[in-house]
T-cell receptor
Framework: QQQVKQSPQSLIVQKGGIPIINCAYE??????FPWYQQFPGKGPALLIA?????SEKKEGRFTISFNKSAKQFSLHIMDSQPGDSATYFC????????????FGTGTRLKVLA | AAGVIQSPRHLIKEKRETATLKCYPI?????VYWYQQGPGQDPQFLIS???????DKGSIPDRFSAQQFSDYHSELNMSSLELGDSALYFC???????????FGPGTRLTVT
């Protein structure tokens, strides 16, 4: 059973578009939600993360929206560029204890030039 | 900035052989996590260490073992390899009691 559900599986947008990737979690004990970007053959790189005490966080062109009551969070990429083409993973963790991450299934994003 | 180092980057083994993967965390990081990522799949947590002690265990087969050494590097030992063990193995490190994890480039293990 996938504890963190991610959609869509793949996404194609034009350069300058705003791709949106959605994640939903089940365990209300989760209180740390990072997003990772992964290029083929590379390790996941931490992009941005959010905790449930805020509803939105921005870092550069990346924005996380968080809906605690719906147990959902989303990644928005503003002014997307071909270099953003990668696989994006959301994850969830408790911020106490051992901090192991539960990942979503990933979204393969392609930004067309 | 220094990153997580993993070696080897690629490894080819035959069925029933053994493999050892190494992870060198970011300097001053004392916590190490191991994840397995199958083709087209999300990373799955295997095991973690904090201050050289096992701190959590996930879906790690009994054929696998791991440890963290006094310099905080970690090794994942895999025995009786099976075809299904072919995957990318990532190590991540974090600073004690902080939830942010930083991933290494991974070791691609191919079992033939």
């Amino acid at each position: 059973q996938q504890q963190v559900k991610q959609s869509p599986q793949s996404l194609i947008v034009q350069k300058g578009g705003i791709p949106i990737i959605n994640c939903a979690y089940e365990n209300t004990a989760f209180d740390y939600f990072p997003w990772y970007q992964q290029f083929p053959g590379k390790g996941p790189a931490l992009l941005i993360a959010i905790r449930p005490d805020v509803s939105e966080k921005k870092e550069g062109r990346f924005t996380i929206s968080f809906n605690k009551s719906a147990k959902q969070f989303s990644l928005h990429i503003m002014d997307s560029q071909p270099g953003d083409s990668a696989t994006y993973f959301c994850a969830a963790s408790k911020s106490s204890g051992t901090y192991k991450y539960i990942f979503g299934t990933g979204t393969r994003l392609k930004v067309l030039a | 900035a220094a990153g997580v180092i993993q070696s080897p980057r690629h490894l080819i083994k035959e069925k029933r052989e053994t493999a050892t993967l190494k992870c060198y965390p970011i300097p001053r990081h004392d916590t190490v996590y191991w994840y397995q990522q199958g083709p087209g799949q999300d990373p799955q947590f295997l095991i973690s260490f904090y201050e050289k002690m096992q701190s959590d265990k996930g879906s790690i087969p009994d054929r696998f073992s791991a440890q963290q050494f006094s310099d905080y590097h970690s090794e994942l030992n895999m025995s009786s390899l099976e075809l299904g063990d072919s995957a990318l193995y990532f190590c991540a490190s974090s600073l004690s009691r902080r939830v942010e994890q930083y991933f290494g480039p991974g070791t691609r293990l191919t079992v033939t």
